[in-house]
């Protein structure tokens, strides 16, 4: 009789999580997805078999309702991150606390492989809360479940990106392309390699208690970036720098509404190069080669293009 294997990806539902739990249906996992919203799950429940993929509502304030999520599990992935607050203090309780305390679960519930994606830019003496909230996740993690596994991505780009499906969005919509901290250098990471990182770290023995940083093969300016996102859509357009004093209360003024577009947090974060740190081990080190932004992102931004029409050959 094959033994059941169970994994439990906290914040499955997300952007990741999409792309995750399907291969791991397919990896012959049952998994317990840990949301906030069930019906975001249904649409993966098809993916395997019957009751294959279970939506899992869970208190994350609860240490006795994680130890009941992560009960019986081979595997536990924490894809749990928040771009801006909306309570303060939720950087940290989310993901400055919250990873330690899984891997307390984790841990005392016999777990096999933890693996953890936090991101690139992680430091605990960072201007942003962001940053030093990850740099805090990952050391709670590393005290209470040695042998996990950190990935840190750069930007993640796929179908359901807010990156680059946003920056469409505003060529569509604009008569210029704002460009704030145009120099910052980027590596953009494709969503499928970053849940075949997820996988590969469980199935090599030497990834245990390591970090990984994931880019893709191409380093870029934020500048070039939304040139690029011109040119894909096709949208011939000037790129505009925006005068600091702006942008900062902009970003001010912008953390009043439900959804800030910009905050002063991530002003900080979109000051420093957000790129795979000389001499870090990456998706080569896991045995997987990198897609690039170009094979991938021209066919899901033709919607923005005028007329909504695809283009045959991929941008150079």
């Known amino acids: 009789m094959t033994k059941r294997r169970l994994a439990v990806v906290f914040g499955g539902a997300g952007f990741i999580g999409r ?5 791991l249906a397919r990896q012959d996992y049952e998994v317990r997805v840990i949301t ?12 395997g078999r019957l009751a294959q993929v279970v939506p899992w509502a869970t208190d994350l304030r609860s240490d006795a309702a994680l130890a009941r999520a992560v009960e019986g599990a081979t595997l536990v992935v924490n894809l749990i991150g928040i771009l801006a607050e909306k309570r303060r203090g939720d950087f940290q309780r989310l993901q400055g606390e919250l990873p330690g305390r899984i891997g307390r679960a984790a841990a005392a519930a016999g777990v096999e492989h933890v693996v953890h994606v936090s991101a690139i830019g992680a430091d605990p003496n960072s201007e942003s809360a962001y940053a030093r909230s990850k740099a805090a996740g990952e050391a709670a993690l590393r005290t209470a479940f040695p042998r996990a596994v950190i990935l840190r991505p750069s930007i993640i780009f796929g179908p359901e990106d807010q990156f680059f499906n946003r920056f469409a969005n505003m060529a569509q919509l604009l008569p210029f392309m704002p460009v704030v901290c145009g120099a910052t250098k980027f590596q953009p990471v494709y969503v499928g390699d970053v849940a075949e990182a997820i996988l590969a770290a469980t199935r090599r023995p030497e990834a245990a208690g390591r970090t990984y940083e994931l880019g893709g093969p191409r380093v870029a300016s934020f500048r070039e970036l939304m040139g690029y996102v011109l040119e894909v859509t096709g949208r011939p357009k000037r790129l505009v720098a925006l005068p600091d004093g ?13 959804s800030p577009p910009l905050t002063r947090d991530q002003l900080a974060q979109l000051r420093r190069d957000n790129v795979v740190s000389p001499g870090a081990e990456g998706l080569e080190a896991l045995g997987i080669v990198p897609q690039a932004m170009e094979a991938v992102v021209p066919g899901y931004l033709a919607r923005f293009r005028p007329g909504g029409g695809r283009r045959s050959v991929i941008p150079s």
């Open 246 to 258: 702006l942008v900062r209360l902009q970003a001010r003024l912008g953390e009043f509404l439900p």
């Open 19 to 23: 792309h995750l739990v399907p291969r």
């Open 36 to 47: 906030r919203n069930p019906e975001a799950v249904r649409p993966m429940m098809t993916q």
